[in-house]
C-alpha cells in the first residue's frame, strides 16, 4: 500500500513538471475569474435582503472569495502543502508575469528580505478588514485583495527576473502557509545521494519562482510546490511523509526566526481569535458601551458619529451599517489586545517549559506543536462566514456543532500528539518531560475555551 501511495505521489509530480502548459492555463484562468469576482461586483448595487447567492453576482462573488477561497486554501494547506501557491494564486501568477516580461530585474534590497513582514502584514491585513468589513462589501474586498495584487505585481516589476519576491518575502499570507505545510502529507524532497552522485550531464537550474536552494529541499514550507524542479538531477521529486515529520523532525532550527513563532502565537493564534470573536462577544458589547458612557458623561460626541469615510471604518449608510470611531476604536483594541493577551500568555508557557527542560532550541521547536490548533481556528472562523451565506439561503446544518467540535477536537489532540513527540526527543528527564507536556496542555485551554465561547457559549 505505501508502495503504491509512494508512486503515485511521484507520478503526480512528473505529470506536473511535463504539463507546464497546462499548469499555466489554469494559473491565466483563475486570474480572469479572480478579477472578474473582484472588479465587477465592487461597481453593482448592494444586493436586496431577499436576494440568493446564486441569483446575485455581488453575493455570489462574496460567497467564493470568503466563504470558499479563503477556507479552503487554509484547508489545503494541510493536506496538499502550497499547491495552491504554485499552481492557482492569481497573485502569484501576475507577479512573476510582471517580473519575467517587464521586470526591471533590480537586486532585492535588505529591507525587503526582513523576516517580520508577513508577521506585521498578518496583522495589519486582518485588522484593517475587520475595520472596514472586508468580509461584507465588495469595495472593501477589491480595496484589500486588488490592493495586494497590485503591489505583488508593482515588487514583481521592480526585483527579481522571473521569480516571485512578493510570495516570498511580503505576502501577508505566506508566512501563514509557510506555517501550515508544514503539516502536509506530501512534499518535495531533493535525494542528497542520488545528486551528489549524478552524472547526467549538465541542466540547467529550474527557476524556482520563491528562488529556493533545491539543493537542500526536504520540505514544503518556502516551496510552492510548482513540480519545476521534479526529476532535476534525478535527484528531486515529490513524496509522502509523515504529517509529524518537518515539524518533530526538521522544527528544531537552531537558526529558526523568532518572527515565525510571533506569527503563530500572536497572529494565527491571538488576533485570529479576537477577529472572528468581537462580532459576538458580550465582553465587547460591554467595553464600547463603557467608552460611549464615559464619552457622553463627559460631553464628547465627536467620535460617537460615524463619519470616516467606507475605506477607513465601515461606512454604508444604505445597509444601516455604519462604524464610529468608537466601534473602530473598540474593534482594533478587542482584535490587538487579543493577540497580545494570547501571544503572551502562550509565550511565556512555551519559555517556562523550555526552561524546565534545559533547552535553548525548545521554544521555537515547541510552539510549531500549536500548528493544528491554530489551522483549526483559521479553518472554522473562515468557516462561519460560509454557513452565515448559505444560512442567509435557507440552508440549515443540523450536524455543524458536532463538525466543528470533532475539529477542535481532533487538531487538540495532533497538537498535543505532536508535542508528546517533541519533548520524546529531548535528554530531559522522565518527570521534566511530563510537566512539560502537562504545561503544554494547560497552554491548549484558554485556546480551546476561545473557540467554545464563540460557537457554543455565547
Ligand atoms: S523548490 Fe521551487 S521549483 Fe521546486 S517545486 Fe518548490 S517552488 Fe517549485
Known sequence: MSRIITTAVYHLGTVMHRHRTVIQTIQWCVVAIYLFLLIVPSFLPLPPRQEHILGNLVLFAQFVFWGI???????????????????????????????????????????????????????????????????????????????????????????????RVWCRYLCPVNGVFNLLSRLAPISFKTDQEKWAHYCGGRQENPNCPPMINIHQLHGVNACHMCARCAGFRDAVALKPRSVMEEVVVYGEDKNASPWETRLLLFGMIGVAIGAFTWTVSPWFVTFKQAIAEWLVDHNIFWPLDPTAPWWVLTNHPANNDSFNWVDGFCVASYILGSGLLFGTFLTLMLWAIASLMRSQTLFHHLAQAFLPLAAAGLFLGLTATTVKLLMYDGITFWWLPYARAFILALTALWSLYLAARILQRTPASLIRKYLGFFLFAVSCVPIVYAWWLMFWGW
Not at 477561497?69 to 502550497?82: E, K, Q, T, Y
Open 69 to 163: 477561497w479563503w477556507p479552503f486554501v487554509i484547508l489545503s494547506m494541510l493536506f496538499i502543502g502550497r499547491i495552491w501557491c504554485g499552481v492557482f494564486c492569481p497573485e502569484g501568477a501576475l507577479a512573476e508575469f510582471t517580473s519575467r516580461t517587464v521586470g526591471r530585474n533590480k537586486s532585492i534590497p535588505r529591507w525587503l528580505k526582513w523576516r517580520g513582514w508577513p508577521t506585521v502584514a498578518f496583522i495589519l491585513t486582518t485588522l484593517y478588514g475587520q475595520l472596514i468589513s472586508v468580509y461584507d462589501y465588495a469595495e472593501a474586498a477589491l480595496l484589500i485583495l486588488g490592493g495586494s495584487t497590485l503591489a505583488a505585481m508593482a515588487i514583481g516589476f521592480f526585483f527579481g527576473k522571473g521569480t
